[in-house]
């Protein structure tokens, strides 16, 4: 008698037995959540609706897949910052257990700088390649510029800024240079081979020094992932299941990385709102969320619709805002949540007005119980505010305003990374040049010497060469500096202690150049709190390169600011956050959405997700006003008529309140 054979197959046992769960996944999710959660094989498009809960499903999806025996390690989760990753996979190990901590968790830059340490050399890198941030990459690139002599042409020539920003939209959008600058600055088309040129040279000079900036992070994992193949296997292999959070803000770039990591599984779960994609100017690709499903054929897409952050009539003003979107997945978000107040629309006669509004609305706020910190007034561009922080301030009410320097872009900390930096990579000369122009006696010219003493090896920080000889005709500041760079090089010294050390050198430094010495001076100390935390300088520089600290008290937090404060922020730094109150201000047609965005179908859209994003992080009050005959220098036009968005509402949706004084 014939027998057929019929063979068990060891990794479905292995990673998808049904076991006892500690986690009642059904009680504790709502259905649409519990089918993001259990669906683990072929690709997922999970499409989160604000305030949806989209957190909680990606942390109980994790727990899953750990809970029926996937290594942890196989489990890739890519986020937007390296906080939300580590609050995740916080959460999944508290509802699970402690294995979840081992889950791949990171942004796109870090996960790309762990796997170009391992396979640099293939790409003509060596491992220790040193990354730019930004404001390095921009003095490279002013280097160059001055060097080609693109600072003493006839013709203006575009600032180092303006380049970075040129050159970096080509490589995240994958568009053409000279399509960015006849697009965006038509203005220099006529040095667009010159742009051109400079960028070769920028690439070769990375290449030279074994150095990478951010894009290229990301463009030389995509190249190690197309061009070989058992790389790409191999990682594969490693990461069977890839999870990315809020979709709808990645790149052309990242877009194309998550298909190449996805395309030997196909094991890809998407989290995202195409109704939130606001960050364009970035590079941020609306069509990666939409055409998600085409690049990952046989794609299940689940919608998360119920809302837990705000009252039905918010979410009915915001359904009513996107429906009218041109392309979107539909949803409409609905609560639970019983009553709730309408939303107002608040016309005001004046700019002024407006302002004496959201002051007033603000006390009487608080007097009701609700504090300043749990209120926030939002705007379309940080300059709509001026006139309101002057009434803030006449009313005493504190506030904190968000769309300042980072943290990590601040003159003062750039100053002491650049220390380190050197202590790393001796042959770094972007952060030499800098440190040398702090000294005193020290220009242009001497800060060259000395990099090329250092370059040829005359000069060197880990030999203690007699000083006063080898330093004959420089100013003694940099024989002081070389004292010091020698004293903390060696590994036995920590990275806190290298940090102590500096700051104590550079404090009097910063007390000459910088008149609010003592505000920066608490960067200072967040710095070196920072610092303590770390046993690798490299990857204590790593961090700061590709995940910097948030935000500078110097910059953002006025002097004596209570703990209790009204927050102010432009609409694009306010996603993803929520308050019981919002104020919307200057919903005026032409300024948001702006008269330059109307020239653009694609842009008039992102405008409309801009103002749905505004909505929806109101809890309970929202408030959207705008001020009558405002003078648009850019159009040169009075401006009359609200917002589009919150033209033309049907009857009930919301109230209108018009402002008038006594």
Same mark, same amino acid.
């Given at each position: 008698m014939?027998?057929?054979?019929?063979?068990?197959?060891?990794?479905?046992?292995?990673?998808?037995?049904?076991?006892?769960?500690?986690?009642?996944?059904?009680?504790?999710?709502?259905p649409?959540?519990?089918?993001?959660?259990?669906?683990l094989?072929?690709?997922? $498009?999970?499409?989160?609706?604000? =305030?949806?809960?989209?957190?909680?499903?990606?942390t109980? %999806?994790?727990?899953? *897949?750990? #809970? &029926?025996?996937?290594?942890?390690e196989?489990?890739?989760?890519?986020?937007?910052t390296?906080?939300?990753?580590?609050?995740?996979?916080?959460?999944a190990?508290?509802?699970?257990?402690?294995?979840?901590?081992?889950?791949?968790?990171?942004?796109?830059?870090?996960?790309?700088?762990?796997?170009?340490?391992?396979?640099?050399?293939?790409?003509?890198?060596?491992?220790?390649?040193?990354?730019?941030?930004q404001?390095?990459?921009?003095?490279?690139?002013? $280097?160059?510029?001055?060097?080609? =002599?693109?600072?003493?042409?006839?013709?203006?020539?575009? %600032?180092?800024?303006? *380049?970075? #920003? &040129?050159?970096?939209?080509?490589?995240?959008?994958?568009?053409?240079?000279?399509?960015?600058v006849?697009?965006?600055?038509?203005h220099?088309?006529?040095?667009?081979?010159?742009?051109?040129?400079?960028?070769?040279?920028?690439n070769?000079?990375?290449?030279?020094?074994?150095?990478?900036?951010?894009?290229?992070?990301?463009l030389?994992?995509?190249?190690?992932?197309?061009?070989?193949?058992?790389?790409?296997?191999?990682?594969?292999?490693?990461?069977?299941y890839?999870m990315?959070?809020?979709?709808?803000?990645?790149?052309k770039?990242?877009?194309?990385?998550?298909?190449? *990591?996805?395309?030997?599984?196909?094991?890809?779960?998407?989290?995202?709102?195409?109704?939130?994609?606001?960050?364009?100017?970035?590079?941020?690709?609306?069509?990666?969320?939409?055409?998600?499903?085409?690049?990952?054929?046989?794609?299940?897409?689940?919608k998360?619709?119920?809302?837990?952050?705000?009252?039905q009539?918010?979410?009915?003003?915001?359904?009513?805002?996107?429906?009218?979107a041109?392309?979107?997945y539909?949803k409409?978000?609905?609560?639970r949540?019983?009553?709730?107040?309408?939303p107002?629309?608040?016309?005001?006669?004046?700019?002024?007005?407006?302002?004496?509004?959201?002051?007033?609305?603000?006390?009487?706020?608080?007097?009701?119980?609700?504090?300043?910190?749990?209120?926030?007034?939002?705007f379309?561009?940080?300059?709509?505010?001026?006139?309101?922080?002057i009434?803030?301030?006449?009313?005493?009410?504190?506030?904190?305003?968000?769309?300042?320097?980072?943290?990590?872009?601040?003159?003062?900390?750039?100053?002491i990374v650049?220390?380190?930096?050197?202590?790393?990579?001796?042959?770094?000369?972007?952060?030499?040049?800098?440190?040398?122009?702090?000294?005193d006696?020290?220009?242009?010219?001497?800060?060259?010497?000395?990099?090329?003493?250092?370059?040829?090896?005359?000069?060197?920080i880990k030999?203690?060469h007699?000083?006063?000889?080898?330093f004959?005709?420089?100013?003694?500041?940099?024989?002081?500096?070389?004292?010091?760079?020698?004293t903390?090089?060696p590994?036995?010294v920590?990275?806190?202690?290298?940090?102590?050390?500096?700051?104590?050198?550079?404090?009097?430094?910063?007390?000459?150049?910088?008149?609010?010495?003592?505000?920066?001076?608490?960067?200072?100390?967040?710095?070196?709190?920072?610092?303590s935390?770390?046993?690798?300088?490299?990857?204590?520089?790593?961090?700061?390169?590709?995940e910097?600290?948030?935000e500078?008290?110097?910059?953002?937090?006025?002097p004596?600011?209570?703990?209790?404060?009204?927050?102010?922020?432009?609409?694009?730094?306010a996603?993803?956050?929520?308050?019981?109150?919002?104020?919307?201000?200057?919903?005026?047609?032409?300024?948001?959405?702006?008269?330059?965005?109307?020239?653009?179908?694609?842009?008039?859209?992102?405008?409309r997700?801009?103002?749905?994003?505004?909505?929806?992080?109101?809890?309970?009050?929202?408030?959207?006003?705008?001020?009558?005959?405002?003078y648009?220098?850019?159009?040169?036009?009075?401006?009359t008529?609200?917002?589009r968005?919150?033209?033309?509402?049907?009857?009930?949706l919301?109230?209108?309140?018009?402002i008038?004084?006594?």
């Amino acid at each position: 008698m014939e027998k057929k054979r019929y063979i068990l197959k060891r990794e479905i046992f292995e990673e998808h037995s049904v076991k006892p769960s500690k986690i009642r996944y059904q009680d504790e999710l709502n259905p649409a959540q519990y089918e993001a959660v259990m669906t683990l094989d072929g690709p997922v $498009l999970v499409i989160a609706g604000a =305030g949806t809960g989209k957190t909680r499903t990606i942390t109980y %999806r994790v727990a899953r *897949l750990v #809970e &029926i025996g996937v290594n942890p390690e196989s489990i890739l989760l890519l986020t937007f910052t390296r906080k939300a990753a580590q609050e995740m996979l916080s959460r999944a190990s508290i509802l699970l257990d402690a294995r979840c901590d081992r889950v791949s968790g990171g942004t796109f830059h870090s996960f790309a700088n762990l796997t170009l340490r391992k396979y640099a050399q293939l790409l003509k890198y060596d491992n220790s390649f040193t990354i730019l941030d930004q404001g390095d990459a921009e003095d490279v690139i002013n $280097l160059l510029r001055t060097q080609e =002599g693109y600072d003493r042409a006839k013709v203006r020539f575009p %600032r180092k800024q303006t *380049l970075y #920003e &040129i050159y970096s939209k080509s490589i995240n959008t994958e568009t053409p240079i000279e399509e960015i600058v006849l697009n965006e600055f038509p203005h220099y088309y006529e040095q667009v081979d010159d742009i051109v040129k400079l960028f070769r040279i920028y690439n070769t000079y990375k290449a030279r020094h074994n150095l990478m900036d951010y894009d290229d992070l990301l463009l030389n994992l995509k190249r190690l992932l197309e061009e070989f193949g058992d790389v790409r296997k191999k990682l594969a292999n490693q990461y069977k299941y890839i999870m990315i959070d809020e979709y709808q803000d990645t790149n052309k770039l990242q877009a194309d990385i998550v298909r190449l *990591l996805g395309m030997e599984h196909g094991n890809v779960m998407a989290v995202g709102d195409d109704s939130q994609s606001i960050y364009a100017f970035r590079g941020a690709n609306f069509r990666n969320i939409m055409d998600f499903p085409k690049d990952f054929p046989g794609t299940k897409i689940i919608k998360l619709e119920e809302n837990y952050r705000s009252t039905q009539p918010i979410l009915n003003l915001a359904n009513e805002i996107i429906d009218r979107a041109r392309e979107k997945y539909t949803k409409v978000l609905y609560t639970r949540k019983p009553g709730g107040e309408l939303p107002v629309i608040v016309i005001a006669p004046s700019e002024n007005h407006q302002s004496k509004f959201v002051v007033q609305k603000v006390l009487e706020l608080r007097e009701e119980g609700i504090p300043l910190n749990q209120i926030a007034v939002l705007f379309r561009a940080s300059y709509l505010s001026f006139d309101l922080e002057i009434e803030l301030a006449k009313a005493n009410i504190p506030f904190v305003k968000f769309g300042g320097f980072k943290f990590i872009e601040t003159a003062h900390i750039k100053d002491i990374v650049a220390h380190l930096r050197v202590i790393l990579n001796p042959n770094d000369v972007i952060s030499w040049h800098r440190i040398l122009l702090l000294l005193d006696g020290v220009g242009p010219r001497t800060a060259q010497k000395v990099i090329e003493d250092i370059t040829s090896g005359k000069l060197n920080i880990k030999t203690n060469h007699k000083f006063w000889l080898e330093f004959k005709g420089y100013p003694e500041s940099v024989a002081q500096l070389f004292k010091l760079l020698y004293t903390i090089y060696p590994d036995d010294v920590s990275v806190s202690e290298k940090t102590e050390i500096i700051l104590r050198y550079y404090e009097p430094i910063m007390r000459e150049k910088y008149d609010d010495y003592e505000r920066r001076r608490k960067d200072l100390e967040i710095f070196e709190n920072i610092a303590s935390r770390y046993d690798s300088l490299e990857e204590f520089l790593t961090d700061l390169a590709i995940e910097p600290p948030n935000e500078s008290i110097a910059e953002i937090v006025p002097p004596g600011t209570d703990d209790e404060y009204l927050v102010l922020s432009t609409i694009h730094s306010a996603k993803g956050l929520e308050w019981n109150t919002v104020f919307i201000i200057h919903a005026l047609d032409g300024i948001f959405p702006s008269s330059h965005s109307a020239r653009n179908d694609d842009e008039m859209e992102e405008e409309r997700r801009l103002m749905y994003v505004a909505c929806t992080r109101a809890k309970e009050h929202l408030f959207i006003c705008y001020p009558v005959g405002i003078y648009d220098s850019r159009s040169g036009f009075v401006l009359t008529k609200p917002s589009r968005f919150i033209s033309d509402l049907p009857d009930g949706l919301v109230e209108y309140w018009v402002i008038e004084e006594e």
